[in-house]
């Protein structure tokens, strides 16, 4: 009890919740160098909050790859951690922002697409290609079905 007490009492963390979208400063040792890299992301999940030092994992996306990052609030790697907006949102874990298919209009605030991965061109022409045209007949287009599975089995 003294020493979470002592931990917590040592920084000042600012209140997180999921949704926020943060920057976080963290020491990094290359060789016997030491420099601080900057890890701005949006918070997903917190885990352990009244534990003596929390867990946020963070997520960016960088450039069409999702990037995730675990860290430990109080960690002594962890300079500090400052927000940049906070979203509103309903749920405490956000692990639909995973999904390639999650729609940005889910969280109240702006700005939030860099954070979600966006689904390649080529396929969301397949799926338009695949719908039936304005008055097309559905014997058709089940015909049209029919043929192009007959084409991939060949």
Request: glycine share 6%; proline share 4%; charged share 45%.
């Amino acid at each position: 009890m003294k020493y979470n007490q002592k931990v917590r009492s040592s920084r000042k963390i600012p209140e997180l919740r999921s949704g926020d979208v943060v920057r976080v400063h963290r020491k990094v040792k290359e060789g016997e160098k030491e420099r601080t890299q900057i890890f701005e992301g949006i918070i997903i999940a917190i885990k352990g909050k009244q534990n003596s030092s929390p867990m946020i994992t963070v997520r960016k996306v960088s450039f069409g790859v999702g990037i995730e990052i675990t860290v430990p609030v109080f960690s002594p790697m962890i300079e500090k951690i400052e927000i940049v907006k906070k979203a509103k949102t309903r749920r405490s874990k956000l692990y639909y922002l995973r999904r390639k298919d999650f729609k940005l209009s889910k969280l109240k605030t702006k700005e939030l697409g860099k954070f979600v991965a966006e689904e390649p061109i080529e396929e969301i022409i397949k799926e338009k290609a695949k719908e039936p045209a304005v008055g097309q007949k559905k014997e058709e287009k089940a015909e049209k079905e029919n043929f192009e599975k007959r084409e991939d089995k060949e």
